[in-house]
């Protein structure tokens, strides 16, 4: 059957019609839409990935607008946006693109991140807001700007934090304490805007095959990992990708307020001690 057309960019994101426009034709392709921060490279690519194979459009976003050029070029069905997601006025514009270009939110993954891992005491003012901005802030930020959206399509929001923010570990105090915070915030979230249907859950990777991570992982650590994982071995970007993508579908209807830790069993080994397996 065919659909009607929706003539989007009809109204700017400004225009006093704009939200009664979308709210009446967001709907008319049945297509949904997602967006994904930190899309460039990583989980968010392959959540992305993931995404445009279900049928989805999905708003690419990242600071790094050379990378998302690139990884926009791959796919169909996708609009990239440069955005850094600690700046409010930034996000802002962010969300309004997304509603211009694609007429709805079903679904915000806040996967943008960094990673910053030192002693307590050459952590440094910087470095720790630098953290907390971007993991913590950014979550805020983006769910802040989206809802609106979101309470049309009664859509779904998944926070990514880390097994950092579940178990502590040394050199990780930023980091980690960011990660905890955004488990918090996700359930804050979900108990606020439930009343609204939308749903709110939080995804814990645990150690990912990554790039970056096989740069910065000696054998030694790969090998400590393997031994502390239960699954004994690192997951891939597709993995919590799937985790991701399913929190976001009508499958995960009635599960709100929720942290998944997508990481092989490590969070529940506990100490783990090699010696008290023999």
């Not at 279900?54 to 607008?65: E, F, K, Y």
């Not at 050379?66 to 609009?79: G, I, M, S």
């Not at 971007?134 to 990514?160: R, W």
């Not at 690192?234 to 998944?260: D, M, P």
């Amino acid at each position: 059957m065919d659909s009607q057309p929706c003539h989007r960019g009809r109204l700017g994101p400004g225009h006093p019609d704009a939200v009664a426009w979308r709210r009446r034709h967001a709907g008319c392709t049945g297509v949904k839409t997602a967006i994904v921060t930190g899309a460039a490279r990583g989980i968010g690519l392959a959540t992305t990935e993931l995404f445009v194979e279900a049928g989805w459009q999905v708003a690419m976003v990242d600071r790094d607008g050379e990378a998302l050029a690139d990884a926009v070029a791959t796919f169909d069905r996708v609009h990239g946006i440069d955005c850094d997601v600690s700046d409010p006025v930034s996000v802002e514009g962010m969300v309004e693109e997304t509603l211009s270009h694609f007429g709805r939110i079903d679904a915000l993954v806040n996967n943008a991140g960094v990673a910053d891992f030192g002693p307590i005491e050459e952590t440094g003012f910087d470095r720790w807001r630098t953290v907390m901005a971007t993991n913590l802030d950014g979550p805020f930020l983006c769910t802040q700007a989206a809802t609106s959206a979101l309470k049309e399509t009664k859509g779904a929001v998944v926070n990514i934090a880390s097994i950092s923010g579940l178990r502590a570990s040394t050199l990780r105090v930023a980091y980690g304490t960011s990660k905890a915070a955004v488990i918090q915030l996700s359930k804050q979230q979900a108990v606020e805007l439930g009343e609204y249907g939308i749903r709110v859950n939080c995804v814990a990777p645990g150690p990912v095959r990554t790039k970056l991570a096989m740069a910065v992982h000696s054998q030694a650590i790969i090998d400590a990992y393997h031994d502390a994982i239960p699954l004994a071995r690192y997951g891939s970007e597709r993995e919590i990708a799937e985790a991701i993508v399913f929190l976001c579908s009508e499958k995960a209807s009635y599960i709100t307020g929720q942290v998944l830790a997508a990481d092989g069993g490590f969070e529940a080994t506990g100490i783990g001690l090699p010696a008290l397996r023999s």
